[in-house]
């Protein structure tokens, strides 16, 4: 709830008890009004949950706030906002100015609607911060596969001067049953009944019954600028590249030939190179060459290359400084050179394997 901003004096109905209220006045946004703690001490209503019922039976409003019988029941939430929307839509003036035939002034911009029969349900928001009002159905209809229909809402509605109105899908209807909005501007000046042109993409056919909300009425400002005609427009990076053309790459539209994919690179040090390889987030090396005034880029397996440059930076020393100072006593284990044969020949052991074309693996002991 926001800050209190204003003490006002209101005349309240509550059913048949009707009284001078005093109230703060502040951002209550999910409700209208909140009576607390010192007007039920003042008046010390009985109040039955269960039947959702309201007992006036203290003396102060026998006597002084009630006109006929002293209970009361609960209005349904959506009856009671619908009967406060249209004072609620028509609080927002601006200044004054000379009065319309409609009543209202030349400035107003206040939003009101009209019904045009008495089962016509006037547009409600589904939550405070809503950017459309629901529209309901005044009529049932159906709405074939694959066509439209237009359904008839029971309403008329003005709106202040440079705003329109447009008729969007309602996401559930649009999700479940394929249900769109055609033809969904309205302008200002149009005082006829809102009617919702509901196209069916579906395959199957949809039966709008009364009452069913049926799409949502934003409203919306509009620039009246007129349009100036000029024998040349400026020149911009998209020229007349039309449809499909924001998809494509600068090289596509400048040459006409497939963009080559994009790519980033970065020149790191040595030292960040094997953290980001400890760490498995690089697994390759590029390596380029110029070719022809164009660069080339060659992918290079990281455990091969390492192990390259391994051994030519130890081409030039003894197998002493590469083996550990602990297993020096071993050194004729070691050789420098890397072992591409297997061992030779014991008696009754062969660690190699020779293999003839066309004959099965031999058994051995290895």
Not at 175 to 200: F, Q, W
Not at 212 to 241: A, H, N
């Amino acid at each position: 709830m926001g800050p209190v901003t204003h003490m006002t004096k209101v005349p309240m109905d509550i059913s048949s008890h009707r009284e001078l209220a005093t109230f703060q006045v502040a951002n209550l946004q999910n409700y209208e009004v909140i009576l607390g703690m010192p007007w039920l001490r003042e008046h010390n209503p009985t109040i039955d949950w269960n039947d959702k019922r309201i007992t006036f039976n203290s003396e102060r409003c026998t006597t002084w706030y009630l006109k006929s019988s002293p209970i009361t029941y609960a209005v349904p939430e959506d009856k009671a906002l619908e009967e406060n929307l249209i004072p609620r839509l028509s609080k927002i003036q601006a200044k004054k100015g000379p009065t319309t035939k409609s009543g209202l002034t030349a400035n107003d911009q206040s939003v009101i609607v009209k019904k045009l029969s008495a089962e016509a349900r006037v547009p409600m928001k589904g939550t405070a911060r809503a950017a459309g009002h629901d529209l309901y159905a005044n009529e049932g209809t159906a709405g074939p596969a694959r066509g439209q229909a237009i359904v008839g809402t029971g309403i008329a509605i003005g709106l202040p001067q440079d705003t329109y109105r447009r008729i969007a899908p309602r996401s559930s209807v649009a999700v479940k049953h394929r249900l769109m909005t055609n033809a969904g501007v309205i302008d200002s000046d149009y005082r006829g009944e809102v009617k919702v042109v509901l196209a069916n993409l579906g395959d199957q056919p949809y039966r709008v019954k009364k009452g069913d909300r049926i799409g949502q009425l934003i409203i919306e400002k509009f620039d009246r600028r007129e349009l100036q005609e000029v024998t040349q427009l400026d020149d911009t990076e998209r020229g007349d590249q039309g449809f499909g053309s924001s998809d494509t790459t600068m090289d596509q539209r400048v040459t006409g030939q497939e963009a080559k994919a994009h790519m980033e690179t970065n020149e790191i040090s040595a030292r960040a190179f094997r953290q980001l390889y400890r760490r498995g987030e690089t697994t390759g090396i590029l390596r380029w060459d110029e070719v022809d005034k164009a660069i080339q880029l060659q992918a290079i397996n990281i455990s091969t290359e390492l192990a390259i440059k391994n051994k030519k930076n130890n081409e030039d020393l003894d197998v002493r400084d590469t083996v550990p100072q602990e297993y020096h006593h071993l050194l004729d284990v070691f050789e420098k050179e890397e072992k591409t044969t297997v061992p030779p020949h014991r008696p009754g052991i062969d660690l190699g394997i020779d293999l003839e074309e066309g004959k099965t693996v031999p058994i051995k002991k290895i």
